[in-house]
Protein backbone atom coordinates (compact mmCIF):
# COMPACT_ATOMS: atom_id res chain seq x y z
CA UNK A 1 0.00 0.00 0.00
CA UNK A 2 1.74 3.26 -1.49
CA UNK A 3 2.06 6.26 1.33
CA UNK A 4 1.43 9.86 0.33
CA UNK A 5 4.74 10.79 -2.11
CA UNK A 6 6.40 13.81 -2.87
CA UNK A 7 8.83 15.47 -5.14
CA UNK A 8 11.40 16.64 -5.25
CA UNK A 9 12.99 15.74 -1.58
CA UNK A 10 15.04 18.85 -1.37
CA UNK A 11 14.66 21.89 -3.98
CA UNK A 12 17.09 25.16 -3.82
CA UNK A 13 15.85 28.17 -5.80
CA UNK A 14 16.38 32.28 -6.05
CA UNK A 15 14.13 34.81 -5.10
CA UNK A 16 11.63 35.80 -7.73
CA UNK A 17 11.75 32.26 -9.45
CA UNK A 18 9.03 29.74 -9.90
CA UNK A 19 8.28 26.46 -7.99
CA UNK A 20 6.30 23.63 -9.05
CA UNK A 21 6.18 20.70 -6.01
CA UNK A 22 4.50 17.51 -6.57
CA UNK A 23 2.51 14.95 -4.53
CA UNK A 24 0.68 11.76 -5.55
CA UNK A 25 -1.94 10.62 -2.46
CA UNK A 26 -2.17 7.54 -0.60
CA UNK A 27 -3.77 4.92 -2.70
CA UNK A 28 -7.42 5.05 -2.53
CA UNK A 29 -7.47 8.77 -1.15
CA UNK A 30 -9.73 11.28 -3.25
CA UNK A 31 -8.35 14.50 -1.10
CA UNK A 32 -5.18 16.71 -1.33
CA UNK A 33 -3.96 19.67 1.33
CA UNK A 34 -1.00 21.33 1.06
CA UNK A 35 0.88 22.73 4.28
CA UNK A 36 4.15 25.02 4.84
CA UNK A 37 5.93 24.48 7.97
CA UNK A 38 8.56 26.93 8.55
CA UNK A 39 11.42 26.17 10.85
CA UNK A 40 10.29 25.44 14.50
CA UNK A 41 6.30 26.21 13.76
CA UNK A 42 3.62 24.15 12.95
CA UNK A 43 2.36 23.13 9.73
CA UNK A 44 0.15 26.08 8.34
CA UNK A 45 -2.98 24.94 5.68
CA UNK A 46 -2.70 26.60 2.36
CA UNK A 47 -4.92 24.83 0.45
CA UNK A 48 -6.81 21.60 -0.14
CA UNK A 49 -8.33 20.55 -3.72
CA UNK A 50 -11.13 17.75 -4.29
CA UNK A 51 -12.37 16.42 -7.81
CA UNK A 52 -9.67 18.65 -9.50
CA UNK A 53 -11.18 21.97 -7.72
CA UNK A 54 -10.23 24.16 -4.68
CA UNK A 55 -12.06 24.27 -2.14
CA UNK A 56 -10.69 26.75 0.29
CA UNK A 57 -7.49 28.48 1.24
CA UNK A 58 -5.84 29.38 4.17
CA UNK A 59 -3.57 32.65 4.55
CA UNK A 60 -1.46 32.69 1.75
CA UNK A 61 -1.06 35.20 -1.50
CA UNK A 62 -2.09 34.00 -4.84
CA UNK A 63 1.73 33.41 -5.64
CA UNK A 64 0.78 30.36 -4.31
CA UNK A 65 -1.77 28.56 -6.57
CA UNK A 66 -2.44 24.56 -6.88
CA UNK A 67 -4.13 21.72 -9.25
CA UNK A 68 -5.07 18.00 -8.88
CA UNK A 69 -5.14 15.92 -11.85
CA UNK A 70 -7.91 12.72 -12.22
CA UNK A 71 -5.43 10.55 -11.01
CA UNK A 72 -5.96 12.76 -7.80
CA UNK A 73 -2.23 13.82 -7.41
CA UNK A 74 -1.65 17.17 -7.43
CA UNK A 75 0.49 20.34 -7.47
CA UNK A 76 1.83 23.33 -5.59
CA UNK A 77 2.88 26.19 -7.88
CA UNK A 78 4.61 29.45 -6.05
CA UNK A 79 5.52 32.20 -8.51
CA UNK A 80 8.19 35.31 -8.02
CA UNK A 81 9.43 33.11 -4.50
CA UNK A 82 10.49 35.19 -1.32
CA UNK A 83 12.75 34.62 1.09
CA UNK A 84 10.35 34.15 3.70
CA UNK A 85 8.78 31.13 1.35
CA UNK A 86 11.67 29.01 2.55
CA UNK A 87 9.91 26.15 4.54
CA UNK A 88 8.88 22.40 4.24
CA UNK A 89 5.85 21.61 2.22
CA UNK A 90 4.14 19.36 3.31
CA UNK A 91 1.11 17.33 1.38
CA UNK A 92 -1.67 15.67 2.92
CA UNK A 93 -4.24 13.10 1.66
CA UNK A 94 -7.18 11.63 2.84
CA UNK A 95 -10.71 9.88 1.69
CA UNK A 96 -13.76 12.36 1.48
CA UNK A 97 -16.64 10.21 2.53
CA UNK A 98 -14.96 8.79 5.08
CA UNK A 99 -14.78 13.02 6.71
CA UNK A 100 -12.66 11.54 9.79
CA UNK A 101 -9.80 13.72 9.24
CA UNK A 102 -7.33 11.85 9.56
CA UNK A 103 -4.78 13.07 6.81
CA UNK A 104 -1.86 11.11 6.50
CA UNK A 105 1.67 12.84 5.44
CA UNK A 106 3.98 12.88 2.84
CA UNK A 107 7.91 13.22 3.76
CA UNK A 108 7.58 16.92 2.18
CA UNK A 109 10.03 18.60 -0.03
CA UNK A 110 12.44 21.01 1.10
CA UNK A 111 12.05 24.06 -0.62
CA UNK A 112 14.96 26.91 0.23
CA UNK A 113 15.14 30.59 -1.14
CA UNK A 114 17.82 32.24 -1.38
CA UNK B 1 -9.31 33.13 14.45
CA UNK B 2 -8.52 29.36 15.22
CA UNK B 3 -5.73 29.07 17.47
CA UNK B 4 -4.13 26.06 19.16
CA UNK B 5 -1.40 26.07 21.83
CA UNK B 6 0.68 23.41 23.08
CA UNK B 7 3.08 23.56 25.62
CA UNK B 8 5.86 23.40 27.02
CA UNK B 9 7.48 24.10 23.75
CA UNK B 10 10.46 21.91 24.25
CA UNK B 11 11.28 19.00 27.29
CA UNK B 12 14.38 16.82 28.34
CA UNK B 13 13.63 13.81 29.90
CA UNK B 14 16.07 10.72 31.08
CA UNK B 15 14.64 7.41 29.30
CA UNK B 16 12.27 6.11 31.82
CA UNK B 17 10.74 9.33 33.20
CA UNK B 18 6.99 9.56 32.10
CA UNK B 19 5.92 12.67 30.33
CA UNK B 20 2.49 14.88 29.43
CA UNK B 21 2.18 16.90 26.65
CA UNK B 22 -0.79 19.72 26.92
CA UNK B 23 -2.80 20.67 23.86
CA UNK B 24 -5.43 23.31 24.61
CA UNK B 25 -7.73 25.02 21.85
CA UNK B 26 -9.58 27.82 20.59
CA UNK B 27 -11.68 26.75 17.82
CA UNK B 28 -15.21 27.37 15.72
CA UNK B 29 -17.11 24.54 14.92
CA UNK B 30 -14.69 21.77 16.43
CA UNK B 31 -14.77 18.06 15.21
CA UNK B 32 -11.99 16.30 16.43
CA UNK B 33 -8.78 16.67 17.69
CA UNK B 34 -5.59 15.06 16.48
CA UNK B 35 -2.22 13.97 17.96
CA UNK B 36 0.67 13.13 15.30
CA UNK B 37 4.84 12.50 15.97
CA UNK B 38 7.58 14.24 13.75
CA UNK B 39 10.60 12.87 13.59
CA UNK B 40 12.20 13.84 10.33
CA UNK B 41 9.81 15.13 7.96
CA UNK B 42 6.68 13.21 7.65
CA UNK B 43 4.17 13.46 10.62
CA UNK B 44 2.56 10.37 10.99
CA UNK B 45 -0.63 10.24 12.89
CA UNK B 46 -1.28 8.92 16.25
CA UNK B 47 -4.49 9.35 17.69
CA UNK B 48 -7.71 11.42 16.94
CA UNK B 49 -10.18 11.90 19.41
CA UNK B 50 -13.54 13.33 18.93
CA UNK B 51 -15.44 12.16 22.32
CA UNK B 52 -14.82 13.78 26.34
CA UNK B 53 -12.95 11.90 28.53
CA UNK B 54 -12.42 8.78 26.40
CA UNK B 55 -8.82 7.47 26.77
CA UNK B 56 -7.42 6.59 23.65
CA UNK B 57 -4.07 4.18 24.00
CA UNK B 58 -1.65 2.96 22.04
CA UNK B 59 1.10 0.93 24.17
CA UNK B 60 2.68 3.63 25.95
CA UNK B 61 1.42 6.30 24.65
CA UNK B 62 -2.23 7.70 25.93
CA UNK B 63 -4.30 10.67 25.27
CA UNK B 64 -7.25 12.00 26.15
CA UNK B 65 -9.80 15.23 25.62
CA UNK B 66 -11.55 17.60 27.50
CA UNK B 67 -13.97 19.40 25.27
CA UNK B 68 -15.60 21.21 28.18
CA UNK B 69 -12.13 23.01 29.17
CA UNK B 70 -10.70 22.91 25.56
CA UNK B 71 -7.64 20.86 26.25
CA UNK B 72 -6.12 17.62 25.29
CA UNK B 73 -2.84 15.53 27.10
CA UNK B 74 -0.71 13.08 25.44
CA UNK B 75 1.14 10.94 27.64
CA UNK B 76 4.14 8.65 26.92
CA UNK B 77 5.49 6.49 29.69
CA UNK B 78 8.81 4.71 30.59
CA UNK B 79 10.03 7.40 27.55
CA UNK B 80 12.79 5.64 24.80
CA UNK B 81 14.86 7.32 23.05
CA UNK B 82 13.11 6.58 19.99
CA UNK B 83 10.55 8.83 21.32
CA UNK B 84 12.62 11.81 20.58
CA UNK B 85 10.54 14.12 18.26
CA UNK B 86 8.08 16.40 17.61
CA UNK B 87 4.49 15.58 18.84
CA UNK B 88 1.73 18.01 16.74
CA UNK B 89 -1.49 18.89 18.11
CA UNK B 90 -4.11 19.24 15.58
CA UNK B 91 -7.70 20.36 15.53
CA UNK B 92 -9.89 19.50 13.17
CA UNK B 93 -12.10 21.89 12.28
CA UNK B 94 -15.91 21.36 10.05
CA UNK B 95 -16.20 24.36 7.70
CA UNK B 96 -17.35 21.82 5.41
CA UNK B 97 -14.23 20.13 4.72
CA UNK B 98 -11.58 18.88 6.16
CA UNK B 99 -9.03 21.14 7.28
CA UNK B 100 -6.28 21.00 10.25
CA UNK B 101 -5.06 23.39 12.69
CA UNK B 102 -1.90 22.89 14.04
CA UNK B 103 -0.05 24.16 17.40
CA UNK B 104 3.66 25.00 17.10
CA UNK B 105 4.60 21.47 18.30
CA UNK B 106 5.88 19.88 21.59
CA UNK B 107 9.71 19.34 21.19
CA UNK B 108 10.82 16.14 22.83
CA UNK B 109 14.08 14.92 23.93
CA UNK B 110 14.19 11.56 25.89
CA UNK B 111 18.17 11.24 26.58
CA UNK B 112 19.97 7.54 27.65
Known amino acids: DAGVTQSPTHLIKTRGQQVTLRCSPKSGHDTVSWYQQALGQGPQFIFQ???????QRGNFPDRFSGHQFPNYSSELNVNALLLGDSALYLC?????????????FGPGTRLTVT | EDKVVQSPLSLVVHEGDTVTLNCSYE??????LLWYKQEKKAPTFLFML????IEKKSGRLSSILDKKELFSILNITATQTGDSAVYLC????????????FGTGTRLLVSP
Open chain 1, 49 to 55: YYEEEER
Open chain 2, 90 to 101: AVAVNTGFQKLV
Open chain 2, 27 to 32: VTNFRS
Open chain 2, 50 to 53: TSSG
Open chain 1, 92 to 104: ASSLEEHARYEQY
